[in-house]
């Protein structure tokens, strides 16, 4: 299943759904056996595939934990509690939770094998305090079920979507728009070896696909146009780089505005970031993991339990008030409806019956802190939710 979010507009959710599973039935049927020729047909091919033993690394990298005063307080961690930490990445988090209570575990979840090995230094030096699981959201409960821990145990979850600074600051993780490297964004590339990486999908996917993946994951404006453009440089050579594809969706806009978009601290932003967001989404089936890591905490988390989620952007964070509203999303990818008159309909029901599985611990979505997003910009996007476990 494809995990979509819906628009505004009933038609627009429409013509944006029916147009991502037809490009996901073309992916899975056709990209999986066109990735093996393509080097061959190309005479280079993705460069992703040759870089990605690279990833490990035994540098510290720098890491500054989005919104941990918040995360703390609301986690509300007590001494002999087991936490799961989600999303381990460069484990601020964890290092925060370990140094605030010293009697506790700490799960640590991630599916990139980077962020596994600084779990396992970090397990070093902390004796059965911390226990790295290498896996994906969706492979949690077997995890869990593989140390002997039982769903309806754990005290408290921390989910922090999104990717980390360690994936964002490394070239070869093909991430950063900014940083020259491997067009591949793929979280857990060394482990998962075959999955395709965004060079695949950049050189494989038609002109049609390529404009629906960017509106559907990007929320991209003028997804035909740089579809367009994708296409038309693929003609030439093929995109490999992260540069090289930044450079061909700024040449498909006026050079006065490449830089002509704001984030929210007011500061330029590349043409090309929604379509680097949207491949990212694409190749490492974010929206799926995440609505499979809400489904998987639920059941873990026992009965007055916590549960923190940080997102980073709209389609994540939509997905998290909906799922801790209480709404039905199990056929989710097949509902075509009214955003406005589902969310009238979901609140009336909720003033009436509750939600019988999630209290809201805030009401309103919780943002950083002014001097915080000055210090660390990369969480001036971020959105925490934090809900208690009926």
């Known amino acids: 299943m494809i995990f979509h979010i819906p628009s505004p507009s009933r038609q627009l959710f429409q013509k944006r759904s029916l147009a991502v599973q037809s490009v996901m039935r073309f992916w899975n049927l056709k990209l999986n056996s066109q990735t093996a020729s393509f080097g061959a047909d190309s005479g280079s091919g993705p460069s992703c595939k040759s870089e990605e033993q690279r990833y490990i690394s035994t540098e510290k990298p720098p890491h500054m934990p989005v919104m941990l005063k918040e995360v703390l307080h609301y986690l509300d961690i007590q001494p002999g509690h087991v936490v799961l930490d989600m999303t381990f990445g460069g484990g601020g988090h964890t290092k925060a939770i370990l140094e605030e209570i010293s009697d506790v575990t700490v799960l640590a979840l991630d599916r990139d094998p980077t962020a596994i090995f600084l779990a396992q230094e970090l397990a070093k030096k902390n004796p059965g305090r911390v226990r790295p699981l290498l896996g994906l ?199 075509h409806f009214d955003q406005l008159k589902q969310r009238t309909g979901n609140l009336a029901k909720m003033k009436k019956n509750g939600n019988a599985l999630w209290h809201l611990l805030s009401k309103k979505v919780i943002t950083p802190e002014r001097d915080e997003v000055n210090e660390n910009a990369r969480g001036r996007s971020a959105k925490l939710r934090v809900a208690l476990r009926c």
Do not use: W
Request: proline residues 3%.
């Open 137 to 335: 959201f969706s492979e949690l409960e077997s995890l869990l079920s593989s140390v002997n821990v039982r769903a309806g145990t754990i005290d408290a979850v921390l989910l922090d979507a999104g990717c980390s600074s360690m994936q964002l600051d490394r070239a070869e993780r093909g991430f950063s728009l900014s940083k020259d490297g491997p067009l591949d964004m793929r979280m857990d590339g060394m482990r998962l070896s075959n999955m395709p990486c965004a060079a695949d999908v950049v050189n494989t996917l038609d002109q049609q696909a390529l404009a629906s993946i960017l509106t559907a994951y990007g929320e991209e404006r003028n997804a035909r146009k740089i579809a367009s453009a994708i296409v038309e440089a693929r003609r030439v050579n093929p995109i490999t780089r992260t540069q090289q594809l930044a450079n061909v969706v700024a040449g498909s806009f006026p050079k006065a505005a490449v830089y002509s978009r704001k984030d929210r601290l007011h500061r330029p932003a590349h043409v090309a970031t929604k379509t680097f967001q949207a491949l990212r989404i694409l190749v490492n089936d974010e929206l799926n993991e995440l609505h499979a890591g809400l489904q998987a905490a639920q059941r873990v988390l026992r009965s007055g339990g916590r549960f923190c989620v940080i997102t980073f952007h709209s389609l994540e964070d939509r997905l998290v008030k909906r799922f801790l509203q209480g709404d039905d999303l199990s056929n989710f990818e097949h509902s």
